[in-house]
């Protein structure tokens, strides 16, 4: 059964899933199992595929809107079972920049793994960012930018952590097209995703930091 959860999740299937993840639940199996060897196990599969470029965006849309069919149905008793998630993010295009394909493509891979993501848009002021992380205990800010005028609002937020004393328990990664290692290290960024892909590997990297540990 969740090995077809996880089948046609990867084919885009949403009424499929859907169906699957129902009749999964009213089996007995658990809303954990369905959740990480279901649709986290097909999602991690899509990652995968997209990394080697097997299969491209739409596919990994597609894939997405299955998931979240998916989800729709095993919410309420993930819920009711208390089970948490692996981890809270705050994503955001930053201020001045109103592209978002990036980060939203970063979003849906995330949410894939096991991230709750707290989704602030694009055109989002460094101050937003901060406040976000804070309300939401939040361990990871991801940001993005696609013009090279708007990247220094990034060194905005990494500075507004620290003096607001995140520092020890926010880690902030940064992205886009006009965005290197070089200037992650800069301004004192923790980590570069260059892809979809690499954002998610360092998410979980960094959520497994000690005192980093996932919000419940």
Same mark, same amino acid.
């Given at each position: ?129 901060? &406040? ?80 980093? &540990?996932?919000?419940?």
């Amino acid at each position: 059964m969740l090995a077809e959860i996880s089948r046609n999740l990867i084919n885009g299937d949403g009424e499929e899933v859907a169906a699957l993840t129902g009749r999964a639940l009213g089996e007995g199996i658990t809303a954990r199992r369905i959740l990480d060897e279901g649709l986290i196990g097909g999602m991690t599969v899509v990652g995968d595929r997209f990394k080697a470029h097997e299969i491209f965006l739409p596919d990994v849309l597609m894939a997405a809107k299955a998931m979240y069919a998916g989800m729709d149905v095993l919410r309420p008793r993930l819920v009711r079972d208390g089970v948490p998630s692996r981890g809270r993010v705050v994503l955001g295009t930053v201020q001045g920049d109103l592209h978002d394909i990036g980060k939203n493509l970063v979003g849906i891979m995330l949410r894939g793994a096991g991230f709750e993501i707290i989704d602030l848009g694009n055109d989002v002021a460094p101050q937003r960012f901060v &406040e976000a992380a804070r309300e939401h205990d939040a361990r990871i800010i991801g940001m993005s930018a696609l013009l090279t005028t708007t990247m220094p609002a990034m060194s905005k937020v990494v500075d507004l952590v620290k003096q607001e004393g995140l520092g020890a328990k926010v880690r902030i990664i940064i992205g886009g097209a006009p965005v290197s290692e070089e200037f992650a290290q800069r301004i004192g960024a923790d980590a570069y995703g260059f892809d979809s892909a690499k954002a998610v590997d360092l998410v979980k990297n960094l959520m497994s930091e000690p005192g980093h &540990e996932a919000a419940s």
